[in-house]
Every structure is written in C-alpha cells, then in structure tokens.
C-alpha cells in the first residue's frame, strides 16, 4: 500500500529533522557557552562537531528520499535518470555514494504525482455517478 509506506517514509524524515534540531539546540548554546568562556579550542572542535553532524543529517534525508522516490517511481514506470554523477545525480561528500539532485528529486515527484492523477480520474468520473444512480434507485424503491 502506498499511503502506508509514504506516511512511514514522512514519518522517519519528520524523526530524523527532530533529533537534528535537538542536537543544533543543544550544540548551539555549547558553542556559545565555549564562545563566552573564550575556549577557542573547544569552541573550534564544537563547530567541526556541528557542521559534521549537519553534513551527516543531510546524507541520510538524502539517502532516504532518493530510494523513496527511486522505488516510487518504478512502481509507476517512471523513468529515473541513469544513476553516474552528473546533472541528476551527486556524489555526497561523507560516504561516496550518489544521491539524486534537488532537481531531480522534484522532477520525479511531479512525475509520480502526475501518474496518480492520471490513474485516479476515472474513479473520480465514475463515482459520483455510481453513487448517484444507487441513491436515484434507492428512492425509486422507497416510493414503490
């Protein structure tokens, strides 16, 4: 099912942004206690730590939506851009592998939804009319 695995996709990101904001909270008011106290050897080592965190968070958000929409978009025969570094796709910078880029997380994100309303117009056509038709003979047979 879709919406199940899209709610636990959201989900894990939501979690994912949680943590990453406690831990800029947290290292920020470290930084500005080292900052106050003029520990410029602690205050160096607690901005490396934050930056190499953030780079860490954006790798995983990065990982998750690019397998996310990857898996998404074979599920509705949408072409996905050949996987080599390049205009598409980016190498990250903590663990060598390649990531979709913006650009192409959103052009794929169009394509699957596009592909959704494709799909679901006829339902959106035919149901109301069904429905429609069931409550006109519902009240025909109540007359009767």
Do not use: C
């Not at 899209?6 to 979690?15: D, K, N, P």
């Amino acid at each position: 099912m879709y919406w199940l695995e899209a709610i636990r996709h959201r989900r894990a990101i939501s979690a994912l942004q949680r943590d990453h904001e406690r831990y800029a909270n947290d290292m920020n008011e470290k930084i500005r206690a080292a900052e106050k106290a003029k520990d410029r050897d602690t205050y160096d080592a607690l901005v490396s730590d934050y930056l190499n965190e953030g780079d860490l968070f954006e790798n995983e958000v990065a990982r998750r939506e690019t397998r996310f929409l990857v898996k998404e978009a074979r599920r509705y025969m949408i072409p996905v851009p050949p996987a080599k570094e390049g205009e598409r796709w980016e190498k990250s910078n903590v663990d060598e592998r390649l990531y979709l880029t913006f650009a192409a997380m959103r052009d794929l994100r169009n394509g699957i939804r596009e592909e959704r309303r494709l799909r679901a117009e006829p339902v959106t056509i035919w149901l109301p009319l069904a429905i429609g038709l069931v409550g006109a003979i519902t009240g025909l047979v109540s007359v009767l």
